[in-house]
């Protein structure tokens, strides 16, 4: 099983946009489904977006479409979200996900996991 770590989370403005990283070791990203999820205090951790193994088929949590976009590279062992036009509602902890298996919104589905980067969105 692959280990992520993700990178790329700030502080930034309504209106901006980030660009989160996931880098896998230990193993080779191309055999997993990647996706990304977020999680606010008191909240379960919610779905933003998955893309499939060949990076054929992405789905996105219907508040992000057309903001977030989910990609990877598999020669850099990588996997990234684009966000932008970033609303407060964004602020969260983003972590990336990754299974051999399964693919799909549920978080339970997801065999790794990062520690997660903090997504900040002021007004």
């Known amino acids: 099983q692959v280990q992520l770590v993700e990178s790329g989370g700030g502080l930034v403005q309504a209106g901006g946009s980030l660009t989160l990283s996931c880098v896998a070791s230990?193993?080779?990203?191309?055999?997993?489904?990647v996706a990304w999820f977020r999680q606010t205090p008191g909240k379960e951790r919610e779905f933003v977006a998955l893309l499939t193994w060949t990076g054929g088929s992405a789905e996105y949590l219907d508040s992000v479409k057309g903001r977030f976009t989910i990609s990877r590279d598999n020669l850099k062992n990588t996997q990234y979200l684009f966000m932008e036009n970033l609303k407060t509602e964004d602020t969260a902890i983003y972590y990336c996900a990754g299974d051999r298996v399964n693919v799909g919104r549920d978080p339970n589905l997801y065999e790794a996991w990062g520690r997660g980067t903090q997504v900040t969105v002021s007004s």
């Open positions: 230990g193993g080779t990203l191309k055999s997993y489904a």
